[in-house]
């Protein structure tokens, strides 16, 4: 019962948060889904994420540690994934990179912080950061046939990542009324993040069903097993466990549709992948929860 009590007060406030989002779109009131989440991505979340690393009492050690594993779990699930849509003749344009790349930014970063409090964020956001170095890179490749490695280095999420890795290397802090700024503007990020969630689905039309269905059991169960076995591997403690497992099962991201339809893939495929393997997450990612708890 505790534990059933304990999985609902982490999950309830991400879903309802999405909820909200969901409703908001649905009563036709106006939600500039570009404008919120280019405020998001350069704004509010690198100051989530430098904060969140430079204030973390976290040994570096740990943190070098997850990051290693998360590489490497993503390449696993990248090869494995791979082998899926070459198994099923699936177009590799269309399917690849929405069986890799999860929703760790508007749903990961926010369970993590509700279930393992502000270090599990600490441990998010690096997991978070490696998952976007890969998508602004070979992810924009499966979908458009061409890389794209100066985006990263204009990525502020990734300098933020560096810069707040080298604060904790280096023990400094910024002086608390800059802190208190970039805190304040990061808190933004996580209820933005959640209700930009919920409009987004409200506004896709799943396509295929079946298809998604079938595809987002695959990649639920392929990220759960490849994450785990890489946590296992680099002798994660429980929070960095849970958190790099939480993180790589998490559904289809929102912006695996945009760049389907940005680079001419097929969007409504994708689309569908997005809103079923969100609808699957609301049950499976609690059940997870109640294993890594």
Do not use: H
Not at 146 to 172: H, I, M, N
């Amino acid at each position: 019962m505790n534990l059933t009590l304990t999985v609902l007060e982490v999950v309830a406030p991400v879903f309802l948060l999405a909820a909200v989002g969901f409703v908001w779109v649905k009563l036709g009131f106006e939600y500039r889904i570009q404008f919120v989440t280019r405020l998001a991505m350069t704004l509010s979340v690198p100051c989530l994420i430098f904060v969140s690393l430079m204030q973390t009492q976290i040994d570096p050690t740990a943190l070098a540690a997850l990051s290693l594993a998360s590489v490497a779990a993503y390449l696993g699930v990248s090869v494995v994934a791979a082998l899926v849509v070459l198994g099923l003749r699936l177009d590799r344009r269309t399917y690849l990179a929405p069986l890799i790349f999860g929703n760790t930014g508007n749903l990961g970063l926010p369970l993590a912080l509700f279930a393992f409090g502000d270090i599990g964020l600490s441990y998010a956001v690096v997991v978070f950061a490696i998952m976007a170095i890969w998508s602004f890179t070979f992810g924009i490749w499966l979908v458009a046939g061409a890389g794209s490695a100066g985006k990263v280095l204009r990525e502020p999420l990734v300098w933020a990542t560096l810069l707040g890795g080298l604060f904790l290397w280096q023990g400094w802090q910024t002086p608390r009324f800059l802190t208190n700024t970039l805190d304040l503007i990061g808190q933004m990020a996580i209820p933005m993040m959640l209700i930009t969630l919920g409009v987004a689905v409200a506004r896709l039309s799943p396509g295929g069903v079946g298809r998604a269905v079938l595809l987002s059991l695959v990649k639920l169960a392929l990220c759960v097993a490849i994450a785990w076995l890489a946590a296992t591997w680099f002798a994660l403690d429980r929070v960095a466990f849970g958190v790099l497992v939480l993180q790589i099962a998490t559904p289809v991201a929102v912006t695996s549709y945009l760049l389907a339809e940005k680079y001419g893939a097929d969007a409504e495929a994708v689309a569908g992948l997005v809103v079923v393997s969100t609808l699957i997450s609301v049950g499976a990612l609690p059940l997870l929860l109640a294993v890594l708890l």
